[in-house]
């Protein structure tokens, strides 16, 4: 099992930029893919960007295409979602996932992954 702790939630203005970090730790090494994940109050769970930890091959939602940004530094266990351009949309509790199956792989599906982080709040005003 491996453990997820995000980080770099907040509230900023629209067409701001805000940072999230999600550090992993227990048995990473399985992982082989990660991906962040935002709720809406009222709203199903969608799936915004993956990484696939070896390669580092991304993904993303049409909705932050061109504004997101997934990366991973695997020396720290670390995945990072650098958000700019940030629009009122955008407010959902955000969550990282951690992913190993390799025959289903669905990459913005969260049925691809078994690990979950806590969450951490993104609120964006106009």
């Known amino acids: 099992q491996v453990q997820l702790v995000e980080s770099g939630g907040g509230s900023a203005q629209a067409g701001g930029s805000l940072r999230l970090s999600c550090t992993a730790s227990?048995?990473?090494?399985?992982?082989?893919?990660m991906g962040w994940f935002r709720q809406a109050p009222g709203e199903e769970r969608e799936g915004v960007a993956t990484?696939?930890?070896?390669?580092?091959?991304?993904y993303y939602a049409d909705s932050v295409k061109g504004r997101f940004t997934i990366s991973q530094d695997n020396a720290k266990n670390t995945v990072y979602l650098q958000m700019n351009s940030l629009k009122p949309e955008d407010t959902a509790m955000y969550y990282c996932?951690?992913?190993?199956?390799?025959?289903?792989?669905?990459?913005?599906?969260?049925?691809?992954?078994?690990?979950w982080g806590q969450g951490t709040q993104v609120t964006i005003s106009s």
């Open positions: 996932a951690a992913g190993v199956n390799v025959i289903f792989f669905a990459p913005l599906a969260p049925e691809s992954f078994g690990d």
């Open positions: 227990g048995y990473t090494y399985s992982t082989k893919y």
């Open positions: 990484i696939v930890t070896r390669g580092g091959r991304t």
